[in-house]
């Protein structure tokens, strides 16, 4: 098979039908030997039955239903696990990204030498004043901890060879944070700038968002754990001179430093950071919590196929 389409559903009902037209016009001016794969992520919605109903029309479709919804990153994952084509296209159903993104990123793929990977960017960040800073800032922070780099304001839709993919899947763990996981894969990765439309507010809320932060840094870097030790051995340091200091004082010239607003100070500020410490081991052992326990990230309910 030549080409593998994958994409999610999840309240996708409204841009199914339009997504499916417009995807097989484009994959039809490259090859006629194409799968489409739906991988229905527990979709509340009725975006199975109108998946269901495409794959009678059209046997190309194949549908993948998951027993629950397990999340984005997940769903794509099982999805690519289950293509059979030499390239494998990935692009979201909400028509973000326009489905003819595949016909340029095809032809910039082929223009390459070994190459492996074509995705796109954004040309200039979509969204409100909200979404640009805090959609900065995520990258930023996730880059400066991370030595897993990702591309800042890359765009989920991506052309990939089949031996890319085929490595990709290998990667077994629970937390996923799929644009590490892209980078972390490797080989030759080309850009192709692109336009992303906005189609209403975003799904990404601001505790989402810092949430999926917290999951990506965590899950690409123990630079964290590395800093609580450093920021304990400055405290230590610093008290250890500041008690040199009173001792001295006290003995030599009978002064003593008294006031009861700096010890409670003190006494909150330590304690926030005392916490604040545990907060982020405590972070990490729950990932080895969960990713001890091997539990298989999705369950499939049945594939239509």
Same mark, same amino acid.
């Given at each position: 098979m030549d080409l593998s389409i994958v994409t999610t559903l999840y309240d996708s009902s409204a841009h199914l039908n339009e997504f499916y037209d417009r995807i097989t016009k484009t994959a039809e001016? @490259?090859?006629? &030997?194409?799968?489409?794969?739906?991988?229905?992520?527990?979709?509340?919605?009725?975006?199975?039955? $109108?998946?269901?109903?495409?794959?009678?029309?059209? =046997?190309?479709?194949?549908?993948? &239903?998951?027993?629950?919804? *397990?999340? #984005?990153?997940?769903? @794509?994952?099982?999805?690519?696990?289950?293509?059979?084509? &030499?390239?494998?296209?990935?692009?979201?159903?909400?028509?973000?990204?326009?489905?003819?993104?595949?016909?340029? $990123?095809?032809?910039?793929?082929?223009?390459?030498?070994?190459?492996?990977?074509? *995705? +796109?960017?954004?040309?200039?960040?979509?969204?409100?004043?909200?979404? =640009?800073?805090?959609? %900065?800032?995520?990258? =930023?922070?996730?880059?400066? *901890?991370?030595? @897993?780099?990702?591309?800042?304001? +890359?765009?989920?839709?991506?052309?990939?060879? =089949?031996?890319?993919? %085929?490595?990709? $899947?290998? #990667?077994?763990?629970?937390?996923? *944070? @799929?644009?590490?996981?892209?980078e972390n894969t490797g080989f030759k990765q080309v850009q192709l700038t692109a336009n992303k439309h906005s189609r209403g507010q975003t799904t990404y809320k601001l505790r989402r968002r810092i949430s999926l932060m917290v999951n990506a840094i965590t899950s690409f870097s123990n630079k964290p754990l590395k800093y609580i030790f450093y920021l304990g051995a400055l405290i230590s340091f610093i008290s250890f001179v500041t008690g040199s200091y009173l001792i001295i004082n006290k003995l030599f010239f009978g002064g003593m430093l008294t006031g009861w607003s700096s010890i409670m100070t003190s006494i909150w500020l330590f304690g926030g950071l005392i916490i604040f410490s545990l907060g982020i081991i405590g972070i990490y052992l729950s990932k080895i919590f969960i990713e001890t326990k091997q539990r298989p990230y999705t369950i499939i309910r049945k594939i239509y196929n």
């Open positions: 001016k @490259i090859t006629q &030997d194409f799968e489409i794969i739906f991988v229905n992520d527990g979709s509340p919605d009725n975006s199975l039955k $109108i998946a269901i109903s495409l794959h009678n029309k059209n =046997k190309r479709v194949k549908i993948i &239903d998951l027993s629950r919804n *397990f999340g #984005h990153h997940k769903a @794509i994952m099982t999805g690519l696990s289950h293509t059979k084509g &030499d390239l494998v296209f990935y692009t979201d159903v909400d028509l973000e990204e326009d489905p003819e993104l595949l016909e340029p $990123i095809y032809k910039e793929y082929r223009k390459q030498d070994d190459v492996d990977v074509v *995705f +796109a960017i954004q040309e200039k960040r979509r969204g409100h004043i909200y979404e =640009k800073i805090s959609g %900065t800032f995520f990258y =930023k922070m996730f880059n400066f *901890f991370s030595d @897993i780099k990702v591309v800042p304001d +890359a765009m989920i839709s991506r052309l990939m060879s =089949k031996r890319y993919v %085929t490595s990709l $899947i290998r #990667h077994k763990e629970n937390e996923l *944070f @799929i644009l590490g996981l892209w």
